[in-house]
């Protein structure tokens, strides 16, 4: 199986400040990978897919980026309605999916 | 609009089986292909099984053992059926569904609490 590794468990950041959450594969992805978001008690909401396209509706200040095992989520600009988990989840393996263990942002 | 909401028992015994349902609104089971996915409490999420939209069906290798998915589409409905739990198998269970052009997951479901104990 492919590992995804995620880091941070948790982050805290202010608003208006940009931060950056990544997963590294075990294994060459080819780009197989989406990051999604979610609120407490809240269904994962799709953010960004084959690494780097935004999914439709999701706002621009977040994006997507990396290649090969390593991988990033960036957020520009942080709003408070971005306050949630996240977690990214490799389909290169399909179906075999995988995720990372996800990241806690919080306001500072 | 597109739904899949989960439900089933909050709590199960060690040993028994575990049954969820997974219902479904705005697409069709024949044409959209539906997991099951679950996240234990602090840990990472574990693909489960898909439930095919031609009817098959394929398991994680680790729970395919223990593990039956079936559908009902008159119903709208996806069931997920699990025997010998364990405490292990204490979980938020969550249905998805795939990407008709990809193969993400473009909506899940709210989920459910699931704990395994007497």
């Known amino acids: 199986d492919i590992q995804m590794t995620q880091s941070p468990a948790s982050l805290s950041a202010s608003l208006g400040e940009t931060v950056t959450i990544e997963c590294r594969a075990s294994?060459?992805?080819?780009?197989?990978l989406a990051w999604y978001q979610q609120k407490p008690g809240k269904s994962p909401q799709l953010l960004i897919y084959n690494a780097n396209s935004l999914h439709t509706g999701v706002p621009s200040r977040f994006s997507g980026s990396g290649s090969g095992t390593q991988y990033s989520l960036k957020i520009n600009s942080l709003q408070s309605e971005d306050v949630a988990s996240y977690f990214c989840?490799?389909?290169?393996?399909?179906?075999?999916?995988?995720f990372g263990a996800g990241t806690k942002l919080e306001l500072k | 609009q597109v739904q899949l909401k989960e439900s089933g028992p909050g709590l199960v015994q060690p040993s028994q089986t575990l049954s969820l349902t997974c219902t479904v609104s705005?697409?069709?089971?024949?044409?959209?292909?539906v997991h099951w996915v679950r996240q234990p409490p602090g840990k990472g999420l574990e693909w489960m099984g898909v439930?095919?939209?031609?009817?098959?069906?394929s398991y994680n290798s680790a729970l395919k053992s223990r593990l039956s998915i079936s559908r009902d589409t008159s119903k709208s409905q996806v069931f997920l059926k699990m025997s010998s739990l364990q405490t292990e198998d204490t979980a938020t269970y969550y249905c998805?569904?795939?990407?008709?052009?990809?193969?993400?997951?473009?909506?899940w479901g709210q989920g459910v609490m699931v704990t395994v104990s007497s």
């Open positions: 705005g697409f069709s089971l024949t044409s959209y292909h």
């Open positions: 989840q490799q389909y290169y393996d399909y179906p075999l999916y995988t």
């Open positions: 439930m095919w939209s031609d009817g098959d069906t």
């Open positions: 294994e060459d992805i080819y780009n197989g």
């Open positions: 998805a569904r795939e990407d008709s052009g990809d193969v993400y997951f473009d909506y």
